[in-house]
């Protein structure tokens, strides 16, 4: 342990998206761990800033514009790059193509650069959007969904393989599906407004019924155009960013892909008999155009040696029993 952690000196990850859910996790979990404590973490900020400390610098700019990558790739060893746009057309080609292209150019040029790590989305293989009759593995096709965010994913995710092509670079994607934290998968059953994400469950039963289903605690129950209990895949951000750190200076990441997600999909059906036997709450069927996927994680388990720590109930209950603090409201932070 004391060679992997002297060996670690010098080091200095940048972070992109650093003020995010996924970045602010990782930035925590990277700062505990002791294999890394001789290191550093450089956050790239935009909008929001976090506050510097001894192991932690910000710098602050665009990732669209070169000469901020520049100042913010100068010197590091390692990139964690997170940092996105959702359904914003005005915006994301210039985060998720220019900003991804001007990090890839400045890292190759780079004398100090040692590996890039991206992490992808189960958007650019269209998660539930298309039928996936077997388990996607990371192999599976491309194929984005309507609208721009599922795009850029697909595009970030090529752009990096083409630089292994061109430059040999050293980098890694890990593709996560929906990323929940705090009580983020309760809000994401919820019948009110305050609903996490999509599907819309009080657009689809129309307001009356929706008030009904939140006043008595019910949760929906998404079926597939056949009538089976959806199958939904996610990640809890503990989860991922154990598998970040994982793939951090990990040989065998070497220009691989994996899918990093839990060890079973979310099926809607015993999601509903959980809440009911744990928590008394009844449960709603709810027809969808959707369809069942089982995102496969064996990749990441054999060359990374990274296993997740949640399962169904393990979510179920930690969004069920997170107590917010006043002073940490809901936010999304970007739309779609």
């Given at each position: 342990e004391?060679?992997?952690?002297?060996?670690?000196g010098?080091?200095?990850?940048?972070?992109?998206?650093?003020?995010?859910?996924?970045?602010?996790?990782?930035?925590?979990?990277?700062?505990?761990d002791?294999?890394?404590?001789?290191?550093?973490?450089?956050?790239?900020?935009?909008?929001?800033?976090?506050?510097?400390?001894?192991?932690?610098?910000?710098?602050?700019?665009?990732?669209?514009?070169?000469?901020?990558v520049?100042?913010?790739?100068?010197?590091?060893?390692?990139?964690?790059?997170?940092?996105?746009?959702?359904?914003?057309?005005?915006?994301?080609?210039d985060?998720?193509?220019?900003?991804?292209?001007?990090?890839?150019?400045?890292?190759?040029a780079?004398?100090?650069?040692?590996?890039?790590?991206l992490?992808?989305?189960?958007?650019?293989?269209?998660?539930?959007?298309?039928?996936?009759?077997?388990?996607?593995?990371?192999?599976?096709?491309?194929?984005?969904?309507?609208?721009?965010?599922?795009?850029?994913?697909?595009?970030?995710?090529?752009?990096?393989?083409?630089?292994?092509?061109?430059?040999?670079?050293?980098?890694?994607?890990?593709?996560?599906?929906?990323?929940?934290?705090?009580?983020?998968?309760?809000?994401?059953?919820?019948?009110?407004?305050?609903?996490?994400?999509?599907?819309?469950?009080?657009?689809?039963?129309?307001?009356?019924?929706a008030?009904?289903y939140?006043?008595?605690?019910?949760?929906?129950?998404?079926?597939?155009?056949?009538?089976?209990?959806?199958?939904?895949?996610?990640?809890?951000?503990?989860d991922l960013a154990?598998?970040?750190?994982?793939?951090?200076?990990?040989?065998?990441?070497?220009?691989?892909?994996?899918?990093?997600?839990?060890?079973?999909?979310?099926?809607?059906?015993?999601?509903?008999?959980?809440?009911?036997?744990?928590r008394?709450?009844?449960?709603?069927?709810i027809?969808?155009p959707?369809h069942?996927?089982?995102?496969?994680?064996?990749?990441?388990?054999?060359?990374?040696?990274?296993?997740?720590?949640?399962?169904?109930?393990?979510?179920?209950?930690?969004?069920?029993?997170?107590?917010?603090?006043?002073?940490?409201?809901?936010?999304?932070?970007?739309?779609?």
């Open positions: 004391g060679d992997r952690m002297s060996s670690k010098g080091k200095i990850v940048l972070v992109t998206g650093a003020t995010g859910k996924v970045g602010q996790n990782f930035i925590r979990t990277f700062m505990a002791p294999a890394w404590a001789d290191a550093k973490i450089r956050a790239l900020c935009h909008n929001r800033l976090l506050g510097p400390s001894e192991r932690l610098e910000v710098v602050q700019g665009s990732i669209a514009q070169r000469a901020d520049a100042r913010a790739v100068d010197g590091v060893t390692h990139v964690v790059h997170l940092a996105t746009c959702k359904e914003t057309p005005d915006d994301i080609m985060v998720a193509v220019k900003g991804m292209f001007w990090l890839l150019e400045e890292c190759r780079s004398a100090s650069f040692e590996q890039f790590v992490i992808g989305g189960d958007v650019g293989i269209g998660h539930f959007v298309y039928p996936h009759p077997v388990p996607v593995v990371e192999t599976q096709k491309h194929s984005a969904y309507a609208g721009c965010y599922a795009l850029s994913k697909v595009l970030e995710e090529v752009m990096l393989e083409q630089y292994y092509v061109q430059y040999d670079f050293n980098g890694c994607c890990l593709r996560a599906p929906w990323i929940m934290e705090k009580d983020d998968f309760k809000y994401t059953l919820s019948f009110g407004e305050d609903v996490f994400g999509g599907p819309r469950w009080r657009e689809m039963v129309g307001e009356k019924k008030d009904e939140v006043a008595n605690g019910a949760v929906p129950v998404m079926l597939d155009p056949e009538g089976e209990p959806i199958l939904r895949n996610f990640v809890h951000v503990e154990t598998a970040i750190i994982a793939a951090l200076d990990c040989p065998a990441a070497r220009q691989q892909l994996f899918n990093i997600c839990m060890d079973e999909p979310v099926d809607y059906r015993r999601m509903a008999e959980y809440l009911a036997q744990t008394g709450l009844p449960s709603v069927d027809g969808t959707f069942r996927t089982w995102l496969d994680n064996n990749k990441a388990k054999f060359l990374l040696d990274w296993r997740p720590g949640y399962d169904l109930a393990k979510l179920i209950d930690g969004a069920w029993d997170y107590q917010r603090d006043p002073d940490d409201p809901r936010i999304v932070w970007y739309p779609g």
